[in-house]
């Protein structure tokens, strides 16, 4: 039995900690991550100064200054131009130039904005179903991300790692020769399961109603008749679900159910049938009956990043903060049960939301929600503006692919230039600044640290090495590459690299051979989210406007997972040698 010290045994109890808050408890992420790191300075593990430097890494800054210029480049309508392009009314032709327009986007752009961007476009057309679009379409993202190293947050996260410890900085490009095969193969397989890929109907459907909720108010002619008397029942594209009254839940609701005062009706169907619940006196919506119902009606999907998650209405003061009333609801295949106001928004939910006159005024309405519908929320900048943001992020592309600027420099100075000329405001860097994020990666190069400083990565990795001594140093990049496979379907991607990575590195120094190979394994399995809907951001985005089930991801994503991998596996060692 392993003999270990008092802070390896810390770093130990750290690590299962968080990973069974992670699974178990639904504290964000954020917390249980700040949580750990200040635990760790606290006890000493990690000398307390180490915390601004983490934090300070130039990786990190790197992903902070990217996600601050996508903001820009998310406002030069160059997706939307794109997506115009996308659709045939050939089927096939159409996923292959949906998903290889989305492969490339997602190695330069923020993934999960090129999905909720181009995932509006493919809900709006008339060519094809949309479920039979937006899975490929997240998948797609998923491979894309894998190009490059500002494809994906994660290849930053393990590149502030890797900095941390002193090895070389990751280049541009050197995710290209792997990522590129794994998404070319990845798409032909999508292609040829595209049979298997659901083709149900849009959200409207009955397996995918909306949640609608109405109150009968005090002197309502409502009050004191049945359903029945009351035309409740024979409504067109609606039906009364359930009765709220004192608190108390009445389903499946009876024609003879007697209505009685400040009585909550929920109803579910189709959004674009509330005129049917207008012609009846008094009964008001959750939307409330002060003239937003006369204004534009905007559809919208709620951003699992933003900080609204996992809060009530109420509890937010929704209207008082964004001047809209949420009119309805809609959560994948799930019934939604009780009072609109008191149910707790998740990432993906959509919303219809009837807008007062400031609505579009409120700065931080792309960091809550992806508009999928009704008035554009976002500015249109004019062509000198678009030719700046794009022009200037492409050249610090090439200036850190030919010239070895700094990443991070190159980013500041654009970011600069971008709120020089108008095209960021103050307002879109403080409220798009990922805040929760930065927490998050502060915290998992914590954990990282505590690993290297208390000796407990070479320790295990030495232990592994002689237990994979007969299998030699190809099990042990199998076995990085399965660990943080699983880890990521577990949790999240950037949790997985910073929790397998510094095994990975002892295990690479144990053999004494290139750690690259090991780093790749960790890079490319912590990013192949691809089973579970909860394993990343696009997942949910598109499960609800496809009304997509969990299986319907294990049904797809499981071949394309094991394709994926056994890519990865038999070319990442011939890329890079051992």
């Known amino acids: ?29 954020e917390l249980l991550f700040a949580a750990l790191a200040l635990g760790l300075a606290v006890s000493g593990v990690v000398a307390p100064e180490r915390l601004p430097q983490l934090a300070a890494n130039p990786a990190v800054i790197t992903l902070l200054l990217l996600l601050l210029v996508s903001a820009a480049l998310e406002k030069t309508g160059l997706l939307q131009r794109l997506g115009s392009k996308l659709f045939r009314p050939n089927y096939h032709h159409t996923l292959l130039r949906l998903g290889t327009s989305t492969v490339f986007s997602s190695a330069l752009l923020n993934n999960t904005a090129v999905v909720a961007t181009l995932a509006g476009m493919v809900n709006r057309q008339l060519e094809h179903l949309p479920s039979r679009l937006l899975l490929p379409l997240s ?34 490009l050197d995710f290209f020769p792997v990522g590129i095969a794994a998404a070319v193969a990845g798409m032909g397989l999508l292609l040829l399961l595209s049979r298997g890929i659901p083709d149900r109907r849009p959200a409207r459907s009955q397996e995918q109603p909306y949640f609608i909720d109405a109150r009968v108010q005090p002197n309502s002619p409502l009050i004191g008749k049945t359903v029945m008397q009351n035309g409740l029942r024979a409504l067109d594209g609606l039906y009364l679900a359930e009765v709220v009254r004192n608190g108390q839940l009445i389903a499946p609701v009876t024609p003879d159910l ?17 005129g049917e619940l207008e012609r009846f006196a008094g009964l008001e919506l959750f939307a409330g009956s002060n003239g937003l119902l006369g204004q534009n009606l905007h559809e919208v999907l709620v951003s699992p990043t933003s900080n609204i998650v996992g809060k009530t209405l109420k509890e937010l003061d929704f209207r008082a903060r964004f001047d809209a009333a949420v009119v309805a609801m809609r959560r994948g295949g799930e019934r939604l049960s009780g009072k609109l106001g008191t149910i707790e928004l998740q990432g993906g939910d959509v919303l219809v939301l009837a807008v007062g006159e400031q609505y579009l005024k409120r700065r931080q309405l792309n960091r809550h929600f992806y508009h999928i519908g009704g008035t554009q929320l976002s500015r249109n900048l004019v062509p000198w503006q678009e030719y700046l943001v794009i022009g200037g992020f492409a050249a610090v592309l090439l200036g850190n692919l030919l010239w070895a600027l700094p990443l991070y420099l190159g980013l500041a100075l654009l970011l600069v230039g971008l709120v020089a000329a108008g095209v960021l405001g103050s307002n879109d860097i403080r409220q798009r600044f990922p805040f929760e994020l930065w927490v998050i990666i502060t915290g998992a190069l914590t954990l990282a640290e505590g690993f290297q400083q208390s000796g407990l990565a070479s320790l295990l990795a030495t232990q592994l090495q002689s237990q994979l001594s007969d299998g030699g140093v190809m099990a042990a990049f199998v076995g990085c590459y399965l660990l943080a496979l699983l880890t990521t379907e577990l949790m999240t991607n950037n949790a997985a690299a910073a929790l397998v990575l510094p095994l990975a590195l002892g295990l690479a ?56 991998s056994a890519v990865v596996l038999w070319l990442v060692p011939k890329v890079f040698p051992f």
């Open 1 to 29: 039995m392993l003999a270990l010290t008092l802070a390896q045994w810390q770093v130990i109890g750290a690590a299962i900690a968080l990973v069974a808050a992670l699974l178990l408890t639904k504290l964000r992420p």
């Open 139 to 172: 998948y797609a993202a998923i491979l894309g991300g894998t190009l490059t190293l500002v494809g994906t947050s994660t290849h930053l996260v393990l590149n502030s790692v890797l900095t941390e410890q002193g090895r070389s900085s990751l280049a541009l």
């Open 258 to 274: 007697v209505l009685q005062v400040t009585d909550k009706l929920v109803f579910c169907g189709e959004v674009d049938k509330l």
């Open 509 to 564: 120094d144990a053999f004494g051979v290139s750690a690259m190979p090991f780093i790749m394994a960790v890079a490319y399995g912590a990013s192949a989210s691809f089973i579970s809907p909860f394993s990343y951001q696009t997942h949910l985005l598109v499960m609800n406007l496809g009304g997509y089930r969990k299986r319907d991801y294990l049904r797809l994503g499981l071949p394309l997972s094991l394709l994926y």
